[in-house]
């Protein structure tokens, strides 16, 4: 069992299924799924706690019922939210468009400001996970890499990410950068980068290193709603390396992660994967 930091958003997800795929100038019904919980924090912690660690969550929502709802969601799985803080603001949903063969289509408001103050005290920490926009998360990485194992999502920009592994996709980094992959994640990372994972789908991920690039092969699963299978990736990846797995195994590890993410009509971890952790 771990003690596992996530600087992580933690949304309320609003549902809208729609009868066809997108297409320019279209037109669309839907049906309205209602609001379920989601985002980073929520995707990636809930099964790191079914896994058997213990986990906290650095965020922020607003002062409204909403937030309440968020909060309350979130510790009733399990997940330490004395570190969400709250805004004066409303808590906005995240509208999430999907198609009937499973994509979506993410559209939310600006957020408000989120401003981390002291960093906690590393060595009470086994992992950090960083996955939000926060003004200080990379200076709280950057402290916490002599410490603790540092795991970041590559963000929509190019803001640093100071980390020992570095997490993308491969629709991410469609067009993104003309350096080498190892090259481009340093740049991102820094020099305490070890590995850079690029998830590929159905069709696996690939590992860069300094000495070159490695494939480990996805698991098989009916996509049902990719939402959050990033970060559940991310959850079996941090639960297999504090397990003291090596870093191809974890990867398999994460791919079991998320083949179960995608099979499962939530944006948290579906019931499949706690069936399987309880295996």
């Excluded at 993410?106 to 960093?119: D, E, M």
């Excluded at 350096?179 to 159905?202: H, K, N, P, Q």
Aim: glycine content about 10%.
């Amino acid at each position: 069992m771990a003690n596992i930091l996530l600087i992580a958003n933690l949304n309320c997800d609003r549902i809208l299924q729609l009868n066809k795929s997108l297409q320019k100038g279209g037109r669309y019904h839907y049906d309205d799924g209602g609001r379920r919980l989601g985002g980073g924090g929520a995707n990636t912690g809930i099964g790191l706690e079914w896994a058997g660690h213990k986990v906290a969550l650095v965020s922020q929502v607003g002062q409204d019922e909403l937030g309440d709802w968020l909060l309350a969601q979130a510790s009733v799985n399990g997940l330490d939210c004395r570190r969400v803080s709250r805004h004066r603001g409303q808590t906005c949903e995240i509208m999430l468009l999907m198609t009937p063969d499973g994509e979506r289509t993410i559209i939310r408001p600006a957020r408000p400001l989120f401003q981390l103050a002291t960093p906690p005290d590393w060595p009470e920490w086994q992992a950090v996970y960083l996955n939000s926009s926060a003004e200080g998360a990379a200076s709280w990485a950057k402290s916490a890499l002599p410490h603790t194992l540092v795991v970041a999502q590559l963000a929509k920009d190019e803001r640093p990410r100071p980390c020992h592994i570095l997490l993308s996709s491969h629709s991410d980094m469609h067009g993104r950068t003309q350096l080498s992959m190892w090259d481009y994640g340093r740049s991102i990372a820094g020099e305490a980068l070890a590995y850079f994972i690029v998830t590929e789908g159905e069709q696996g991920a690939r590992l860069y290193t300094a000495d070159g690039e490695q494939h480990v092969a996805a698991k098989v699963a009916t996509v049902v709603d990719s939402t959050g299978a990033g970060d559940v990736y991310a959850a079996g990846l941090i639960h297999g390396l504090v397990s003291g797995m090596p870093i191809e195994t974890a990867m398999q590890e994460a791919a079991v992660w998320g083949a179960h993410a995608v099979a499962s009509e939530t944006s948290i971890p579906g019931e499949s994967l706690r069936c399987y952790l309880q295996e």
